[in-house]
């Protein structure tokens, strides 16, 4: 799956469209002084299939990734270091998977 950035109308400034297979449900922007450096983070929940969509959960899933990813790294410049983890909040006995990476 492919999003576009979009130009807006107004200002001539690129703005990414709106995710539409996960709701950001916080957004929080950090300042390192130690590492000169600025962070964010996004709690993100992917949102399941609509109604009537029979697609297989596995490329629903991969889908959501993609986009979650293109969403995420949409500010990132060459050097940026980036890192995801997803866990499990309703049975938090489940070990979180992270993945980092550079761009």
């Known amino acids: 799956m492919s999003t576009r950035m979009t130009e807006t109308e107004s200002d001539g400034e690129i703005t990414p469209p709106l995710p539409t297979r ?8 950090r300042r ?32 959501s990734v993609t986009e979650l990813f293109e969403y995420a790294l949409r500010d990132c410049q060459d050097s940026h270091m980036v890192g995801l983890t997803i866990r499990n909040e309703d049975n938090v006995q489940d070990k979180p998977i992270g993945f980092k990476f550079q761009t």
Do not use: M, S
């Open 32 to 63: 390192y002084r130690r590492f000169n450096a600025e962070g964010a983070e996004l709690k993100v929940r992917l949102l399941p299939p609509p109604d009537g969509d029979d697609t297989n959960p596995t490329t629903h899933f991969q889908a």
């Open 22 to 29: 996960f709701t950001i449900e916080e957004e929080v922007r």
